[in-house]
């Protein structure tokens, strides 16, 4: 027995369709080699930002740790309590800082 002529055309057709479908999803959907390029460029911007948060974080864990009261260093000490008391020396420079 012969399958009809349709059912082939119909067979034919999906068949196409797929590939092209799968076809196009691997040139152009969100996972294909074109996107590949700006995700890459996302990532080196997230790793560079990356970057810059990692040397604020060692610079801050510098200040702290000349804070410890095991290694306190006495110009941060005299520093920070003349910020906090608001006091000067004649000699010393003064900067005034906006805070946020």
């Not at 799968?22 to 460029?41: D, I, L, N």
């Not at 948060?53 to 804070?67: D, E, T």
Request: charged share 25%.
């Amino acid at each position: 027995m012969r399958r009809s002529f349709v059912f082939d055309i119909c067979v034919f057709t999906a068949l196409v369709a797929g590939i092209g479908y799968f076809s196009w999803a691997g040139f152009m959907g969100p996972r294909s080699y074109v996107h590949e390029a700006q995700v890459a460029e996302k990532v080196a911007a997230i790793k560079a930002e990356l970057k810059t948060i990692q040397n604020k974080r060692q610079k801050r864990n510098k200040r702290v740790a000349l804070l410890r009261p095991a290694t306190i260093d006495p110009d941060m000490l005299d520093e920070m309590a003349r910020k906090q008391l608001g006091f000067a020396n004649k000699s010393d420079l003064i900067i005034a800082e906006k805070q946020n």
